[in-house]
T-cell receptor, first 115, second 112 residues
Framework: GAGVSQTPSNKVTEKGKYVELRCDPI?????LYWYRQSLGQGPEFLIYFQGTGAADDSGLPNDRFFAVRPEGSVSTLKIQRTERGDSAVYLC?????????????FGPGTRLTVT | GDSVTQMEGPVTLSEEAFLTINCTYT??????LFWYVQYPGEGLQLLLKATKADDKGSNKGFEATYRKETTSFHLEKGSVQVSDSAVYFC???????????FGQGTELSVKP
């Protein structure tokens, strides 16, 4: 079956611009996670959804970052007024439901470069 | 807060050598522990996991034992292959929620 997909695979934007990153989870997975991975580092948690609601957004670095999942499937991570420090690979993962027992399946990531 | 620390890489080994990648964690309660692997050009994928103390996770010849007394989850393989070259990440999550907290990753390079 289809895995987690993310679009675009690469995004180059200028400092100050707005960007949207999309994640399509595995069909039927109710939990969806966003992570950010800087070069040479492990992924860092941003936010996760159970269904349509954000269950934990404690990892969002500031109010320029926002994520939605209006129908409980596709999610969009939105970054306003981008800064060069936002450059990273943004990873999305989904799992059957939340809980540490359940495997998270990762997408290939979106590489964001802010110039 | 919770954290995971891995041995620094890169680790370079010859084929058929024994592999150990150290991982220690700091966490409240009893988290689940994971090893994820990222092969060149591919996404993160789960290699193995252990959900309670003294559990041993194993897959593809790799294994790791959840040691609560030493807060460790070291990854081992008896005989590595060139195809094992990848970046390995140790991670933990709590059963409530399930967000993963990752170590910084250890790059493994296996030479023929």
């Amino acid at each position: 079956g289809a895995g987690v997909s993310q679009t675009p695979s690469n995004k180059v934007t200028e400092k100050g611009k707005y960007v949207e990153l999309r994640c399509d989870p595995i069909s039927g997975h109710t939990a969806l996670y966003w992570y950010r991975q800087s070069l040479g580092q492990g992924p860092e948690f941003l936010i996760y959804f159970q269904g349509t609601g954000a269950a934990d957004d404690s990892g969002l670095p500031n109010d320029r970052f926002f994520a939605v999942r209006p129908e409980g499937s596709v999610s969009t991570l939105k970054i306003q007024r981008t800064e060069r420090g936002d450059s990273a690979v943004y990873l999305c993962a989904s799992s059957v439901t939340t809980g540490g027992f359940h495997e998270q399946y990762f997408g290939p990531g979106t590489r964001l470069t802010v110039t | 807060g919770d954290s995971v620390t891995q041995m620094e890489g890169p680790v370079t080994l010859s084929e058929e050598a024994f592999l150990t990648i150290n991982c220690t964690y700091t966490a409240t309660g009893y988290p689940s522990l994971f090893w994820y692997v990222q092969y060149p050009g591919e996404g993160l994928q789960l290699l193995l996991k252990a959900t309670k103390a003294d559990d041993k996770g194993s897959n593809k010849g790799f294994e790791a034992t959840y040691r609560k007394e030493t807060t460790s989850f070291h990854l081992e393989k008896g005989s590595v292959q060139v195809s094992d070259s990848a970046v390995y990440f140790c991670a933990l999550s709590h059963n409530q929620g399930g967000k993963l907290i990752f170590g910084q990753g250890t790059e493994l390079s296996v030479k023929p």
